[in-house]
């Protein structure tokens, strides 16, 4: 099954899937995971971060939480899960979290660079372009 908004673009909006945090995403995670493997991975409290497919923003708004001077952006091609992110954002005060309804295919240098990317259960789910595409991001 490959998903794409061209062929049902309200799929995604129809989803109320809520993700919760995913540790092995968690900044600190993967710098430790970097260090090991030889690399000189940014410092975890001064960081940015985008997530691709972020749906409400479960799993980066806890860590943006954990991690005030470091800055999250999340997109996700869901306007309602955007919102509901947006909602929970406001209402727990955070100011570094951004979450962009927008396709992974938007996503290009104006959006900046970032120390770690996290994409976790799309890839499977989406055609070939966007797989393309992430591994290009």
């Known amino acids: 099954l490959t998903l794409t908004p061209a062929t049902n673009p309200t799929s995604y909006d129809d989803d109320s899937v809520r993700q919760p945090s ?10 430790t995971v ?4 030889g690399l000189q991975p ?19 708004i806890p860590m943006a939480d954990y991690l005030a001077e470091s800055e999250f952006v999340g997109v996700d091609l869901s306007a309602r899960q955007i919102q509901d992110g ?8 955070l100011s570094n979290v951004v ?3 927008a ?11 970032f120390d770690y990317i996290i994409c976790h259960g799309v890839y499977s789910w989406v055609p070939q372009d966007v797989r393309d595409k992430i591994m290009q991001i």
Do not use: K, W
């Not at 396709?103 to 660079?113: E, F, H, K, L």
């Open 22 to 31: 995913v540790v092995q995403t968690h900044p600190s995670r993967l710098h």
């Open 86 to 93: 947006r909602a929970i954002i406001e209402a727990v005060g």
């Open 42 to 60: 940014a410092p975890v409290q001064r960081c940015r971060v985008l997530e691709l497919g972020c749906a409400a923003g479960g799993n980066l």
């Open 103 to 113: 396709s992974i295919m938007d996503v290009d240098a104006a959006y900046g660079t």
């Open 99 to 101: 979450l962009q309804h």
């Open 34 to 37: 970097a260090t090991l493997f």
